[in-house]
């Protein structure tokens, strides 16, 4: 079980003022975590983007946050960076506290939002070396730092171009060479590999696990789910703003347990029909709620023994399917498991 964490207040003076908080690590009774939250809630009025977030990260680990557009995953990381001030709740990134030390954990932390941040008018190493000068990095340093993240990165040949001829891919390999300027202990990565070629993504895992092979935390924030089991030691799976699910992949795969029948109708019209028919035999939520032109469902069953009955209870109420298939449960099998819905939501769609 995880260590609490102590969040040490400044004690009220004697006429009711608060002294400010010096700049010193408030100490987690666990110094192997990078991040500690104790109900960290976001609210706008009556809507709540984030409710009662509990998380441990351990220091050197992936960690995935996994969730639908709206399940709260970016207002999250932006508490964490010190972006946005929470309503209530605590955190701890790096041992300093969001709220009274924002300055220590901003210098600890590397932050690549979901669009990229460069300098459209700068090359690649003009970029890196303006990074390094804004965190206070000499000019002989800024630019050592920037050769040396360029050639991690893969970038070395386009150092010298313009970022307007840099594909996305590239754009975003440098986005994040900018946020690990500074050497940062813990590094925060929202939805990195949204809009690339699959080329691209997985050009980035490969950069994403070195980073934690140089003992770098990374939280990272994602819509993928391959992306999390790939990548992610354990993920954290938010739904409207609240802890679905937390665990390592394969704890999490077992929750569903079984196999995962994957039909394809013949007729999309079909689908509610065919989620009735199937419902005796499903041991979790089924894709689909028999709205829509989607012929395809995911029906969660006990073992590959029921593929018979699946395909009696079809004939016996006459819908016809293109395909059938098996295989083990997924994250997004977990996650339409835990939460009754499927990661992207209609209104999730372009």
């Known amino acids: 079980m995880a260590k609490s964490a102590t969040f040490d207040l400044p004690v009220p003076l004697a006429d009711g003022t608060v002294p400010a908080a010096p700049a010193v690590r408030t100490q987690a009774i666990d110094a192997d975590l990078a991040v500690v939250t104790d109900g960290l809630t976001k609210s706008y009025g ?57 300055a220590d954990v901003r210098r600890c932390i590397g932050l690549t939002g979901q669009f990229a941040a460069v300098d459209e008018f700068l090359t690649g190493r003009e970029n890196i070396r303006m990074m390094g000068r804004l965190a206070g990095m000499s000019a002989r340093v800024s630019s050592a730092r920037a050769d040396e993240l360029l050639v991690s990165f893969g970038l070395q040949d386009a150092a010298d171009r313009h970022l307007s001829t840099y594909s996305g891919g590239m754009r975003r390999r440098l986005d994040l060479a900018l946020s690990l300027t500074g050497h ?43 992306e999390a089991d790939r990548l992610a030691q354990r993920v954290v799976i938010l739904d409207e703003g609240r802890v679905a699910a937390a665990g390592p992949p394969a704890e999490l795969r077992r929750q569903v347990g079984g196999i ?43 073992d590959a023994e029921r593929l018979p009955d699946v395909v009696r209870l079809l004939d016996g109420a006459s819908i016809p399917f293109r395909a059938l298939a098996l295989h083990e449960p997924t994250l997004d099998d977990v996650f339409l498991a835990l939460t009754g819905h499927a990661t992207t939501r209609p209104e999730d769609l372009p």
């Open 46 to 102: 009556d809507v709540h983007a984030v409710v009662d977030v509990d998380m441990r990260i351990d220091r050197g680990a992936i960690v995935g946050l996994l969730g639908p557009n709206g399940s709260g995953k970016t207002t999250l990381i932006r508490m964490l960076s010190t972006l946005l001030r929470p309503t209530s709740g605590h955190a701890l990134v790096g041992g300093f506290d969001i709220r009274r030390q924002a």
């Open 184 to 226: 940062p202990d813990i590094v925060f990565l929202d939805e990195p590999t949204t809009g690339l070629d699959p080329r691209s993504r997985f050009a980035m895992w490969d950069v994403i696990e070195s980073l934690v092979a140089t003992g770098t935390t990374v939280l990272l924030c994602t819509q993928y789910l391959e």
């Open 260 to 302: 995962v029948v994957e039909l394809d109708l013949l007729d999309a019209s079909q689908r509610g029909r065919a989620i009735d028919a199937l419902a005796p035999l499903a041991t979790g939520g089924m894709t689909g709620d028999g709205d829509g032109d989607d012929p395809h469902l995911r029906i969660p069953v006990i």
